[in-house]
């Protein structure tokens, strides 16, 4: 701009107003004081009070017929200044202006019109003459309400304008699926979305009812065919679901026929207590595959699960998992007086401490790191903090892991539970609920026949402590569901590492398949279960659809923005040790009792015999110490007849 010591204004003058400056400057412009947006209507006045003099003197009458000229200016602009006041018609933010801000302006410029019409005429009957011409000051009105009404769309218009991307060809042409007040507010909310994301170009009905209507000037489209049709017909690149009328099915089919042909997919919940626009546009968000799951969601009995929890002491295992680290956060919820949070892991269990030690809650926050197998650091908790509900979910839990390292599945996941367990029998805890998987269902693997041990444990525990004490003094229960999306471990994390790397995706069969539930469904449902359990009972959840892990995994890859087998491909690498094309919730012996919850049923398993099983145990526990793995594993299947191991090494001893 300065060229040898000299300023050259053409340069100044061509950066400084260009467009690109120009929208910095907007957008970067705070909002106007109150005190210039009354200058700024007071102008407007001023311009519709001229306006309207000159009207009138050209056609030969008077707008003001009394003397006072002065005075009925003062009395007009201070009563103006009144009434904006009263209907606080400056609070409003100029370039998010509604028809809020035009109402007020309506009824203020009424409230004008009727002081002066009625000072008017007592004016005329004191003095015999007119103040003013009542004909004149109504198109006085008229202008100064369209004037203050015009300059706010102007301004509101000009910020829409300049507050959109320059290059509006980076942004999603995007079609929103709703027509009802949901999906007015999430478009009026993408508007003033900073940095800006999608470029709306219309609305879809379900019904078809109102295609050849707008709204916000935007096109309703008919859907005669399929929805990916449609979005090529018009260029589309995504679609935002904000129809809350869709069932699960139907909203399910939309994401599915959007997904086969790589189109992008939002949702956003309800607009119900939303506060404000930025909140709408933060909650458009792309389809998890969570989001995915047949099923409806989860209704809880706060009431019941509040009396076990609120004002007791919960201990909680394996508590900086994924499984027991939500089951922390959700019984905080219920106000308990005491949370006991035991791991090993020292890190994450740091973690989880700091978390909800943010929460606001009266609740005291104890954290223990120990083993489960330890039983005089386990006996020393109970001792010390005397716990009246114990949520066991501490484990070994990955099968290969454990088809390799036998010993370790016994101590953990059956010892460790049959310490805790007498321990809860011996300090009379309430309540004592342990977190298995289906995987001991049936079992094919280390990993679950270890599970089904010491489901057998607790249940034929609870048998044992109601027998010698004629009373139940502690009730066992055990929670059994399937495979949890998002779990440390679990195929999503794995598949979401893969398809960042690039690919590939790797399952072990075309054919394998799986119940999947998400973390906080799974941990509802297990404090459900608790509340409701009487003891001995193993509760068994309603996992929903089961699901092929190839579709998922080419869901997840379609989600990421790629074309499965083109971008990112899918390698078959073969059945892991103990792993099984499918999973049950039921052994074949079993039947299930419904439960007033319609999600959770109740497994009827045959009982064993307490001295027996807990001698077959410790010998199991004495050979997992000393004895080599097929030594370990043949005591198991002499525990658990139904375990038959499957592209495992120890299927021989089946023979």
């Avoid at 079992?443 to 010698?468: F, T």
């Avoid at 793995?629 to 525990?639: G, L, P, T």
């Amino acid at each position: 701009m300065i060229t040898n010591n000299k300023f050259d204004f053409s340069t100044f003058k061509h950066f400084f107003f260009s467009r690109e400056n120009l929208k910095f400057n907007i957008q970067n412009l705070g909002y106007l004081p109150r005190w210039l947006i009354v200058i700024f209507d007071l102008a407007i006045l001023l311009l519709a009070f001229l306006f309207t003099l000159v009207i009138f003197r050209g056609t030969g009458l008077d707008y003001i017929i009394t003397t006072h000229t002065i005075v009925f200016s003062v009395c007009l602009f201070t009563t103006n200044i009144f009434f904006f006041w009263l209907f606080r018609t400056y609070s409003g933010i100029i370039r998010h202006s509604s028809y809020i801000d035009a109402v007020k302006l309506c009824f203020s410029q009424t409230g004008v019109f009727i002081i002066f019409l009625l000072s008017n005429f007592i004016y005329e009957l004191s003095y015999g003459e007119k103040a003013f011409l009542n004909t004149a000051f109504f198109i006085n009105i008229v202008l100064s309400f369209c004037g203050l009404l015009i300059y706010r769309v102007i301004i509101k218009q000009t910020f829409e304008l300049y507050f959109s991307e320059i290059g509006t060809e980076k942004l999603i042409r995007t079609i929103i699926y709703g027509t009802d007040a949901n999906a007015i507010s999430v478009a009026n909310a993408l508007k003033f979305e900073t940095p800006t994301r999608f470029k709306i170009v219309g609305f879809v009905d379900k019904q078809n009812k109102n295609a050849s209507k707008r709204m916000l000037d935007l096109p309703i489209l008919v859907q005669k065919k399929k929805l990916p049709t449609l979005m090529r017909s018009i260029g589309a690149e995504g679609l935002i679901i904000a129809d809350k009328s869709l069932s699960k099915e139907e909203e399910l089919l939309i994401i599915d026929q959007c997904l086969e042909f790589n189109y992008k997919v939002y949702h956003v919940p309800s607009i119900t207590n939303w506060e404000n626009q930025k909140e709408i546009s933060q909650k458009v968000q792309t389809i998890q595959i969570e989001d995915l799951l047949e099923r409806k969601p989860i209704v809880l009995d706060c009431q019941l699960i509040s009396k076990q929890l609120k004002d007791k002491t919960i201990l909680i295992t394996g508590a900086a998992g994924s499984i027991g680290s939500e089951i922390a956060r959700q019984v905080l919820g219920f106000d308990p007086s005491v949370i006991i949070l035991l791991d090993q892991a020292e890190t994450p269990l740091h973690h989880l401490k700091l978390e909800t030690e943010s929460f606001e809650s009266f609740t005291k926050i104890v954290t223990v790191v120990a083993d489960v197998r330890n039983r005089e650091a386990m006996n020393k908790v109970f001792n010390s903090y005397n716990p009246q509900v114990v949520f066991h979910a501490a484990a070994y839990k990955h099968v290969p892991l454990m088809e390799e390292n036998p010993s370790q599945a016994i101590l953990t996941n059956i010892e460790g539970t049959k310490i805790l367990a007498d321990l809860a029998c011996l300090y009379s805890v309430n309540k004592f609920v342990m977190v298995s998987t289906d995987k001991a269902v049936n079992p094919s693997n280390v990993m679950g026949a270890s599970k089904r041990i010491a489901e057998k444990y607790v249940q034929s525990l609870q048998a044992k402590c109601l027998k010698s004490k004629g009373k139940i003094s502690t009730k066992f229960i055990t929670t059994r569901f399937g495979n949890v999306l998002g779990s440390n471990g679990s195929v999503v994390p794995l598949f979401t590492k893969q398809i960042a790397a690039g690919g590939p995706v790797t399952i072990t069969h075309a054919d394998i398949i799986r119940y999947f539930m998400t973390i906080p469904e799974a941990c509802q449902l297990v404090l459900e279960a608790a509340a409701m359990g009487n003891g001995g009972e193993i509760y068994i959840f309603d996992m929903g659809k089961p699901v092929k892990i190839i579709d998922l995994a080419r869901k997840m890859i379609k989600l990421a923005g790629f074309i499965p087998d083109k971008d990112i491909h899918i390698e078959i690498v073969g059945l892991r040790p103990g792993e099984k094309l499918y999973e049950e919730l039921l052994n074949d012996t079993s039947k299930t009792l419904p439960t007033y919850h319609e999600k959770i049923m109740i497994a009827e398993d045959i009982l064993d015999d307490f001295d027996l099983l807990n001698n077959h145990i410790e010998d199991l526990i004495n050979k997992a110490n000393y004895f080599g793995n097929d030594d370990i594993v043949a005591q198991m299947k002499k525990i658990v007849p139904e375990f038959r191991s499957m592209n495992s090494a120890f299927a021989i001893l089946d023979k």
